[in-house]
C-alpha cells in the first residue's frame, strides 16, 4: 500500500510540473516573439535613417534642401553603395529568417549596422560628427519607444 501511494504521489507531482514546464515554455514563446516584433520595427526605422543620408549623398538623386551634405573627399558611389548594403543587411532583420536568431545576435547585427553608419555619417559627411551625435540620439529615442 505504500508503495501505491508513493507512485500515485510521485505521477501527479510529475505531471503537474509537466503542466507547469508547458505554461513557463509558452509564455517564453509570446515573449520572444514580441523582441522579434520590437527588433522588426527598430530595423525598419535604422533604415528609414540611412535612407534619408543615402538619399543626400547620391549624386544621382536631387534634393534641393540636404540636412548631409558631403565633404570633397566623399566617394559619392562607394558611400552609396556601402549604405544600400546596410539597407539590405538591417532588411534582414524585418525577415521571418531572424525571428530564429537568438536576441543577442540580433542586437550585435544591429549595433554593427549601426557603427558602420556611425563611421560613413562622421567621415563622409560636413559637420559628421554633430550629425552623428544627432541620429545616435533620435535612434536610441525611437529605440526606447519601441522596445
Known amino acids: 500500500m505504500d508503495v501505491m501511494s508513493v507512485v500515485l504521489v510521485g505521477g501527479l507531482v510529475t505531471y503537474f510540473m509537466y ?3 508547458n505554461k513557463v515554455t509558452q509564455n517564453l514563446e509570446e515573449s520572444k516573439q514580441g523582441s522579434f516584433e520590437s527588433y522588426a520595427n ?7 535613417y540611412i535612407r534619408e543620408v543615402k538619399k543626400d549623398l547620391d549624386d544621382d538623386m536631387e534634393c534641393e534642401d540636404p540636412k548631409y551634405c558631403k565633404t570633397e573627399s566623399c566617394d559619392s558611389k562607394q558611400v552609396t553603395k556601402a549604405l544600400a548594403d546596410l539597407i539590405r543587411k538591417s532588411s ?10 537568438d536576441p543577442k545576435e540580433v542586437e550585435a547585427g544591429l ?19 554633430v550629425l552623428a551625435d544627432e541620429l545616435q540620439d533620435m535612434l536610441a529615442q525611437d529605440y526606447q519607444r519601441i522596445v
Open 111 to 129: 549595433m554593427d549596422i549601426l557603427t558602420q553608419f556611425d563611421v560613413i555619417v562622421r567621415e563622409n559627411c560636413i559637420d559628421g560628427d
Open 92 to 101: 534582414f532583420y524585418e525577415t521571418m529568417l531572424a525571428k530564429r536568431k
Open 42 to 48: 527598430f530595423s525598419a526605422k535604422v533604415q528609414e
Open 19 to 21: 503542466l507547469n514546464i
